[in-house]
């Protein structure tokens, strides 16, 4: 299969998409990185199950390779860590005929990402992601950086790779709320795309498999390449990779923090943006209904939370005196087919956040 290529104006790199074949990655690190020396960052927890087997693949053509791991975890992508790579790099005297590797899941890519936009004016790299959510999302796009303490990803560089190689076979070890919050990505680009990504999830979802999984990687990626490509700065379509996320954020951050993944918070978001796009316009019921059951499947593999609805509406920016004039929401009039609403009613808003709510709860009911 042909690789999937983001275009930009000033260029274009590959995204290969492989199962359980790390072969390539040797010639491609030695086509983006043409001489000097390579600088690899590992996630700590992957280093520890698969640094083994990726190390001398990176080493194969006789280069030098300098390595470093970093701690894992969100709090890894601060400043801190971040002046840490910037005093092992500059220690080590890097040059800009130097190359970074990333290897690791999105807090990786970021702040590596981030520290190659930075270092001597932008060096070049490549990315590995190594979760399912830095396949499908994290590592396609060019958006790097840190976290601040007055919020997440408020610093931050465009700076595109070189190249992203994807293996999913890593993604096995992920524990099974990783696996889920990647998926619940995945869910979101199936509502961009329609019908033949419906279909491949329906599969998975009925039959779990390393090919099908592959493919709905490929699927997902394919899809945010073509945006990117599309709108390089976040201008416009970009937009539409919110889907579900509206209703997403302010759900991850009433809930608390760390009680949500991300992705399972993107699930529930999901949920609410079809119930939305029913409520807006009823007929469209019968063209949701199999991409509703399918983020309905997913649910019960979210932990139950209880979240204030109060909570979700202040972290939406909501306010019942005015309708939600600034508020715009990505929906769906059917799968493949967005659209944006920027008028929707107070009190629709709420309902729905209140529905979303028992859902959160799996439906209400007993104590979790
Ligand atoms: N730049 C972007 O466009 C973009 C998009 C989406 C998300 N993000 C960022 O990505 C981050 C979330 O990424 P994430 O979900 O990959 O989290 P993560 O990088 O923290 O990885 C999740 C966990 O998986 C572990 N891990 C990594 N690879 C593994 C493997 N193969 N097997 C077992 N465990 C493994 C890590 O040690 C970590 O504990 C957030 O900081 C978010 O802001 C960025
Ligand atoms: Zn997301």
């Avoid at 601040?148 to 076979?169: C, E, Q, S």
């Amino acid at each position: 299969m042909p690789d999937l290529r983001v275009r930009l104006s000033s260029g274009s790199y590959p995204i290969v998409v492989t199962s359980n074949d790390s072969r390539r990655l040797p010639a491609l690190l030695a086509r983006a990185a043409t001489s000097g020396r390579i600088f690899v960052f590992y996630d700590a927890q992957f280093y520890a199950l698969h640094g083994s087997t990726l190390r001398p693949l990176l080493k194969a053509r006789g280069r030098e390779v300098i390595e470093m791991v970093l701690p894992r975890g969100e709090k890894s992508k601060s400043r801190a860590t971040l002046e840490r790579i910037y005093a092992f790099l500059l220690g080590e005297q890097i040059s800009r005929d130097d190359f970074i590797l990333a290897v690791g899941g999105g807090v990786t890519s970021d702040l590596v990402g981030y520290a190659a936009a930075t270092i001597l004016r932008g060096i070049a790299w490549g990315v590995v992601p190594t979760t399912l959510l830095g396949m499908v999302d994290a590592a396609i796009g060019g958006k790097t950086g840190i976290n601040h303490r007055l919020g997440k990803n408020l610093i931050g560089a465009f700076w595109h790779p070189r190249f992203v190689y994807v293996d999913t076979l890593w993604v096995n070890t992920l524990d099974r709320r990783q696996l889920t919050a990647g998926i619940g990505e995945i869910v979101k680009y199936a509502g961009l795309e329609g019908e033949p990504m419906i279909d491949t999830l329906q599969r998975y979802l009925s039959r779990p498999s390393q090919r099908i999984l592959t493919k709905l990687v490929r699927q997902s990626v394919a899809c945010k390449a073509r945006i990117v490509t599309l709108d390089e700065r976040e201008k416009n379509v970009r937009m539409f990779l919110n889907l579900g996320h509206t209703f997403g954020h302010a759900l991850e951050h009433a809930a608390g923090y760390g009680r949500l993944l991300h992705g399972e918070a993107v699930l529930l978001g999901l949920w609410a943006a079809v119930r939305l796009s029913v409520h807006l316009k009823p007929s469209r019921a019968t063209r949701l209904n199999a991409y509703q059951d399918i983020v309905e499947t997913l649910v019960p593999r979210i932990p139950r939370v209880r979240i204030d609805l109060d909570r979700v509406l202040t972290a939406m920016n909501y306010d019942k005196k005015r309708s939600s004039r600034k508020m715009r929401f990505v929906l769906l009039d059917r799968p493949g087919k967005v659209f944006i609403a920027d008028n929707v009613p107070g009190r629709t808003i709420r309902d729905t956040v209140k529905r979303t709510l028992a859902v959160c709860d799996h439906f209400g009911g007993e104590d979790a």
